[in-house]
């Protein structure tokens, strides 16, 4: 039923206010309504007490609102939490809070899938099978910070778009719901506490910095040599690392944002020093930090974890060449929430 009703989420107040003043309603219906959906977190339309009967009955007979359900929780050793979504037409997605001694992070989901078929990602794994509305990519938000007060008394401090799927391929979606939550007057999230990563697409990223977000960028590099890059992500053989690096300056030009490279270390392919010193001048292109990342099993031989020893010396040669470097250690690897193993995968 759900397919020949309009989302009511997908629209903005103006759009919303033409429909009711069309329909008869004043105006300022729209206004409550927005408040409805947003502030209050109403997932049904008879919830919505101060509208009356009459255009009740018009919203319910007219739109639906695509509401996240939770389907399930797993919480780890290390206190991360994963959660299991269920979308309105009954697609699941993962999300993931990651507590840490400063910060209290949730990493959310832009698609049910994922079309790019990275080999090191189990969500790669998977097909395409929808891009996330903005409500649902706001949903994962507001679900995630009820789970983080909680469990551990604490507000979200952080949000990364590092789940299940591209969000440069569902940008319009995206962007709309990153200005929701940064909204002053609806989440007030700080802009520069919202990461967006991606694999690369470079005619995307230029287009960040024609919009001039004011959030920050994270690139999924894993290899500063293309061979290299193109075996473990195919989306290199479109977007090749010189187009990523002169997207990645034109994005700095525009935003003066400081850009975060990601690096899977795996064993024996792109850990050694050679390769340390390839990433080191890529890396210069533009302002920036690097993430070095445990690599973490999705029950493909292929890979495996580079060893300590080498981790450490690949981060001192980068530190040596004056760059800023975190080694991040995996957190909720024994519930499969760790990066790259959003799957599906409930208990």
Not at 40 to 58: E, V, Y
Not at 72 to 89: E, L, P, W
Not at 222 to 249: G, P
Request: proline share 2%.
């Amino acid at each position: 039923m759900a397919s020949t009703l309009q989302n009511i989420r997908s629209l903005n107040g103006q759009q919303l206010n033409e429909i009711l003043t069309r329909e008869g309603f004043p105006s300022f219906r729209s206004k409550q309504i927005i408040s409805w959906l947003w502030d209050k977190n109403a997932a049904r339309f008879q919830d919505m007490q101060n509208l009356g009967g009459s255009l009740i009955t018009f919203l319910a007979s007219h739109f639906f609102i695509d509401k996240l359900t939770t389907q399930g929780t797993q919480i780890s050793k290390d206190r991360t939490i994963k959660c299991g979504f269920t979308t309105h037409d009954q697609h699941i997605i993962e999300g993931v809070l990651i507590p840490s001694a400063q910060r209290m992070t949730a990493c959310i989901s832009s698609q049910v899938g994922c079309s790019l078929s990275c080999l090191f990602c189990a969500t790669g794994k998977l097909k395409l099978m929808k891009n996330l509305s903005p409500g649902e990519i706001v949903d994962q938000v507001v679900l995630l910070e009820t789970l983080a007060q909680q469990h551990y008394g604490q507000h979200l401090s952080n949000i990364v778009l590092m789940g299940m799927g591209e969000p440069l391929l569902n940008y319009a979606n995206v962007l709309t719901a990153m200005d929701i939550l940064t909204d002053p007057t609806r989440f007030g999230i700080s802009p520069k506490r919202i990461t967006l990563s991606t694999a690369g697409i470079a005619k995307m990223i230029r287009r960040l910095g024609d919009d001039k977000v004011k959030f920050n960028l994270a690139l999924s590099l894993h290899a500063a040599d293309d061979e290299k890059r193109s075996e473990v992500m195919e989306i290199n053989q479109s977007n090749d690392l010189e187009s990523l690096r002169s997207a990645l300056m034109y994005f700095h030009e525009k935003t003066a944002t400081r850009v975060t490279f990601e690096y899977i270390l795996f064993k024996g392919f792109n850990d050694s020093i050679e390769d340390a010193s390839k990433l080191a001048s890529f890396a210069k292109c533009v302002p920036c930090k690097i993430n070095l990342i445990e690599y973490n099993p999705i029950g493909d031989e292929r890979f495996q974890r580079s060893d300590d020893r080498d981790t450490e010396a690949f981060s001192r040669f980068l530190e040596s060449k004056n760059l800023i470097v975190n080694i991040r250690r995996s957190r909720g690897k024994d519930i499969d929430a760790a990066c790259g193993q959003l799957a599906n995968k409930q208990a």
